[in-house]
């Protein structure tokens, strides 16, 4: 039964998979001051305490879902996953444009906003993009 739990992790967002070990720690992105990098930098520590502690919350979860455990048991894994950080949760993490830092109509493929993507197709910067004509 636990193995049905742990087999598809990252499943959901394979896209956005982040390896804590290959990506720069967010002291070396201090510095900036825009408020869109600020954002993007606030949704980077995001998605690595989310990876951090994904496995950790699934498994809390599971126990919590088992109707076969005792029901002290149940609250034990329930307080335990309530103890865990608010922002090591999936659902906290927003997709962001890597540019300007738009929470809205990002395209997931390209990491950038509708208007972003627009410009730079419009002047021939994407590679594989051009304006439809039919």
Known sequence: MMSKIFTGLFSRFGFWKVDPATVATPQHLR?????SEKRNIRDYKRRMLATKYEL????YKALCRD???PSI????HRYKLSKLPRNSSFTRVRNRCIFSGRPRAV????????IVFRSL?????????????W
Do not use: H, I
């Open 31 to 35: 510095g900036f001051s825009t408020v």
């Open 56 to 59: 950790r919350r699934n498994l």
């Open 67 to 69: 109707p076969d455990l």
């Open 73 to 76: 048991m149940q609250e034990n």
């Open 107 to 114: 395209y997931e493929k390209f990491r950038m906003s509708r």
């Open 121 to 133: 197709a419009s002047q021939g910067l994407l590679m594989g993009v051009k304006k439809a004509s």
